[in-house]
Nanobody, 112 residues
Framework: QVQLVESGGGLVQPGGSLRLSCAAS????????VGWYRQAPGKQRELVAA???????NYVDSVKDRFTISRDNAKNTVYLQMNSLKPEDTAVYYC??????WGQGTQVTVSS
């Protein structure tokens, strides 16, 4: 059974950086695509970035060139590096693995 554990959320100033981690308990994690999603109050949950089992990536236009998704299969972990953060990036961020489900979510707040 695979369980996803997220970490790295917190408070950061505009222009700052933050790295989110999504760690899985089983080696099967490496075979599935993973996405980072976010949901702000009153808004629909949005796919931010995704990565396949072989490392191909996609990004929503609003974060392209600022965020980077990556994975370390030896550590069963997917990362979201967030740079040049803006107040509109404030949301709860969720990790989702193909066929395996959702993480618990972690709050990211960007405030001036």
């Amino acid at each position: 059974q695979v369980q996803l554990v997220e970490s790295g959320g917190g408070l950061v100033q505009p222009g700052g950086s933050l790295r989110l981690s999504c760690a899985a308990s089983g080696n099967i994690f490496r075979f599935y695509a993973v996405g980072w999603y976010r949901q702000a109050p009153g808004k629909q949950r949005e796919l931010v970035a995704a990565i396949t089992s072989i490392g191909s990536t996609n990004y929503v236009d609003s974060v392209k060139d600022r965020f980077t998704i990556s994975r370390d299969n030896a550590k069963n972990t997917v990362y979201l590096q967030m740079n040049s953060l803006k107040p509109e990036d404030t949301a709860v961020y969720y990790c989702h693995a193909e066929k395996l489900g959702w993480g618990q979510g972690t709050q990211v707040t960007v405030s001036s």
